[in-house]
């Protein structure tokens, strides 16, 4: 059976036969005996055997292909009988097929199956037995065929050339598309392989924190049940004797003659002063540990430099004792008994007095600091605690002071406001993150500075961005923006202007100091992540000193690095220790101008360290309640200084 529209054997185009189609006609009559059976089975529109057949509602058949030919809007008329149907949407192929002309088709060959056509040639226009073409339903004579399917395979090869040009600019633009997201898929591979190297090395140093951690914990619980197993003895050492300090009162109480068990009990005082005094003296030089551990996520960065950390401070209470030795031995044997049980009755009631001190000492943590100089001694004032009220604060994280308004201003970070103060510590007002009229200005105030033109600072610690404001909280401009780029930053953590009014940024996340002139134009950056001088590990805060140099905090590192503004490094403060001039995870920093002091907060070690011009330590700011975090110190010009502390949630003026 040959398809419609093929070509013959010859490159001819397949045209229906007229003459060849009599012998199938004459079979059909012959196996059915009836004229009628090849009407039913030709369409009324191309006169020709069914091919795919459709049954409209009116139950007229048509060939699908010439029904979709004269179809052209969703409402149409049958070409028999002129009724009006609807085209569904999926299109004529929706119509019902007739399952009984395919079946008949299927049964029986009438591929070549034609009627008998006389008619005119479309190209000659002289009237002979014509076939019809399959591509263009024109109907052609025998001579014409040539010519006409030289035509149609003149029009096919122009439009092969016309699709074969196209499709060589389409493979072109799609091999440059190829190309480009092979490139994309390489890249993204790399990104792939460079995070899973990067978390592998993540994972890596949590362990080893982990390993750290847990050495420190087990060092400690050794040296507990060490010095527990020691306080344990003392302890029974100290009840024998209040046992017989208690006994030898009311022996020496029922006696009026002296004899032999008085000079016993006598010489067992003796010993027990003696063994008081070794017991003061062990006492006296045992260090009180205290531990503290504590997950600080909020500054933990990228490269996980820090799990957590392992505190433990030692203190000492001094304990004077005024039980004398030399007193008991100064008594005469040879005095009455009545004199002798009275001293040393009143001998025995001191040792039970201070056995009863040493049994249970009270040595506070107030978290007293030492210096071989004298410290930095006030009564302090404190304002806020944890809440959400006016005076109540949750993490502040930053102070700055309007010398010209004479105001403190506070970030009070999680609470997304900043708060002002008067020098004396009054409250003065709240500005929250939108205002009045609905317009936002920050989201989570981190940090804020206030320039010599009065000029408000904040990074906004959510957006990451800088933000310059006027005094009555207008935005000027917006300083840098976020990104991995040059003169971008990734974690901008605190911020200073010099007299040039140039701008310094610390990002702590990319592990550099920034600079910009007043305009927020990029200048330069320096530091990258390292250990070594000009290097740092999430640098903390920054100020301005004499001279034009730049003190930042090396928060990773534990230390202080001095810079000129152009980042050149000149000297590096500290390690990382409990020491005079050590430090652990330092953190805001003031100067003096004119003593020219270096005020740093130790945020580690709970203390704030004063050093002179030559950034040698002086002494230790000394509070009598102590600091619990020290986050952010501001000097004011009476000499008293501000200090935020972000785990008590409060402010100390000292």
Known sequence: MTPAGALDSTGDCVMSDVHNSSSSINTVRSNYGSKNILQLITCPICL?????????????????????????????????????????????????????IINLLENHSYAESRPMLQAKCALCKLEDTITICEHCREAICCKCRREHYDEFRKYICLKLNETQQQAEKLIAKEVEHINKHEENVHHSNDISNTIRHKVTELIDKIKQEEKKLLLSLQEFNHAEEKLLKENNSRFQDLTNIKTFCCNSQEKLNSKVETDQEAIEIRQKCEDCVINIDNLQNQILAVKVPRHRISFFNQDISFDAISLGFVEIATELEPIESSIQLSSLKTCPIDKNVQHCSKNLIHCLTSTLQHQREFSSPSITGDNRCYSSSKNHKRTPRIIGKR?????????????????????IYVCDTYNNRLVTYGIDGTFHQVYKATSETGEKRFHHPYAIHIDSNNRLYIIDQSERRIKVFNRDFKLIRVIGQYGHGVGQYLTPCDLCTNEQKNIFVCDAGGHRILKYNEQGEFLLSWGELGTNNGQFKCPACVCIL????????????????????????????????????????PLGLTYDETTERLFVCDEGNDRVMIFNHD????????????????????????????????????????
């Open 48 to 100: 020709e055997v069914f091919r795919e057949p459709i049954q409209l509602p009116c139950q007229h058949n048509f060939c699908k292909s010439c029904l979709e030919r004269i179809t052209v809007d969703r409402w149409s008329r049958c070409p028999v009988c002129r009724g009006c149907y609807r085209v569904p949407f999926a299109g004529v192929a929706s119509f019902e097929v007739n399952r009984t």
């Open 387 to 407: 809440g959400t009220n006016d005076t109540e604060f949750n993490h502040p994280s930053s102070l700055a002071y309007s010398k010209r308004d004479k105001v």
């Open 546 to 585: 004499n001279g034009d140099r730049l003190a930042v905090t090396d928060w990773g590192n534990d230390r202080i690095q001095i810079f000129n503004t152009d980042g050149d490094h000149l000297l590096s403060i500290g390690y990382r220790g409990k020491l005079l001039a050590e430090f652990s995870r």
């Open 615 to 654: 950034f040698s330590i002086i002494e230790l700011v000394n509070s009598k309640i102590g600091f619990n975090g020290p986050y952010d110190i501001v000097l004011l010009k009476d000499g008293r200084i501000i200090i935020c502390e972000h785990r008590a949630h409060r402010l100390q003026i000292i």
